[in-house]
Structure formats: structure tokens, C-alpha cells
């Protein structure tokens, strides 16, 4: 079992917080802060059916806010908190934005580009790398994804 820091911890708090505005919203729960400082300089969470906007994934809507927040779109000195893996859209993203680091919670077998799926991670053709760090608070990510989707089956 990995270890997390005190502050990786709290982040994910928010992200699932994130996720949870989702699932109220109706939309599929994941949530996304990015942080810089430590502090929260963006919150997102998805926003697809909401907005009809296909590209308003939680990690997108975070970037965007915390771009906005900080007057540049490269978040040089961020780390993006998400309580999935993210999508190759999301992981493309997050080269252009410049991102520290990453760090996720539950992984996704089925599209998951930070390894599950496909590895985009380690692109040669990406002109920027980040960690990555993925796992942290898994079951409780995965739970919200979970109880959602059992939910909207029995609809």
C-alpha cells in the first residue's frame, strides 16, 4: 500500500468534493483542483451534458479556471489533482498547460491514457514530460464512479 502525503490527501478531498458536485449535477462524477502554492487555483468538475461541450471534462474545466486565475495558460508550477485517469484529450491537455505534476485516483482499464489504456505519458512527440502519480484514495474515486453508474443502471 502506497503512502501518501497529508497534502496529496487533502487535494484529492477536494477533487472528490469535485466529483460530487458532478454526480448532483447529473453528470459523470469526476472532479479535478489544480494546485499551485498550496493553494487551490482551479476547481472543475464535469460539465459534458451541461454544457454540451464534449472537451468539459473535470481536468479541462480545472485547467481553465486555474489559467484564468493565474493570467497564463501554462501552469508551470501546478499539479493537477483528478479523481480519475484521464482521457488522452485530458493528457494532451495537460502537456500544453505545462503541468508539474499529476496525480489520480481511481485508474480507468478503458481509457485511461496516464498507462492503463495507453501510455501518453512517455510520448516522444510531446514536447513537455510531468509526473505522475496515480492511485491515491483509489477505492473512494472509484466508489463514487461506481454508486453513479449502479444508480443510472437502474433508472
Avoid at 91 to 117: H, N, T, W
Wanted: charged share 20%; glycine share 10%; aromatic share 6%.
Amino acid at each position: 500500500m502506497a503512502v501518501w502525503s497529508e497534502t496529496d490527501l487533502n487535494c484529492m478531498r477536494a477533487a472528490l468534493a469535485e466529483a460530487q458536485r458532478a454526480a448532483a449535477a447529473g453528470e459523470v462524477p469526476v472532479g479535478a483542483v489544480v494546485v499551485a502554492g498550496g493553494k487551490i487555483i482551479g476547481r472543475g468538475y464535469n460539465r459534458s451534458e451541461t454544457d454540451n461541450d464534449p472537451s468539459a471534462h473535470a481536468e479541462i474545466v480545472a485547467l481553465r479556471a486555474a489559467a484564468s486565475a493565474e493570467g497564463n495558460y501554462r501552469l508551470t508550477n501546478a499539479t493537477l489533482y483528478v479523481t480519475l485517469e484521464p482521457c488522452a484529450m485530458c493528457m494532451g491537455a495537460l502537456v500544453q498547460a505545462r503541468i508539474e505534476r499529476l496525480v489520480f485516483g481511481a485508474y480507468d482499464p478503458k481509457a485511461g491514457a496516464a498507462g492503463s489504456a495507453i501510455d501518453l505519458s512517455d510520448s516522444p512527440s510531446f514536447n513537455h514530460r510531468f509526473e505522475i502519480n496515480g492511485g491515491v484514495l483509489a477505492e473512494e474515486c472509484g466508489a463514487v464512479l461506481k454508486t453513479f453508474f449502479a444508480v443510472k443502471r437502474q433508472l
